[in-house]
């Protein structure tokens, strides 16, 4: 018989390693979520590549002689979406696993997908064509396209 709970008592820490690494719905949401972002290339006068380098391909453009007119769009993670805080809702997560045997993550993951959302944005970017055949913005107009759903 002792011989059996040895077993046991040396199978509980993996047995608990194992739960804490399968688990983590929640907590995986609440790190792949985008963080804050405020894009500083958002102002006349910058060339195209360094909005591309910020914002990343768009969605779509439209040329017309000199004149291209691009959209983009990003997703500002807000203040709720900032390393620590996803820190801390990953360790209050966790905890809550550990103490109700993962039973909590029927409350954080409904609370991870509808509520911490970031708050998405449309950009349109109308550029000139320089002699130098370098595109730079002439109007930029950032506007919120989907806002967060999270109070502040």
Known sequence: M?????KLVRL?????????????????MALNKPGPFTPA???PGVERTEIIAELGHPV???????????D???????SNNSIDAKTGRVWLYSAG???TLFIDQIVWVPI?????????????????????GVW?????????????TARK
């Open 2 to 6: 002792k011989t059996n709970t040895l």
């Open 112 to 132: 991870e997908k509808f509520s911490l959302t970031g708050t998405e944005h449309t950009v349109i970017v109308e550029y000139t064509k320089s002699d130098d």
């Open 12 to 28: 509980l820490p993996t047995l608990a390693l194992g739960g804490l690494l399968a688990s983590g719905c929640a907590q995986n």
């Open 136 to 148: 730079q913005a002439k109007n930029v107009e950032d506007t919120v396209a989907k806002a967060s």
């Open 41 to 43: 290339c958002l102002k």
């Open 60 to 70: 779509s453009s439209k040329q017309q002689d000199r004149l291209l007119t691009e």
């Open 72 to 78: 983009y769009k990003y997703v500002d993670g807000g």
């Open 97 to 99: 696993d550990l103490f």
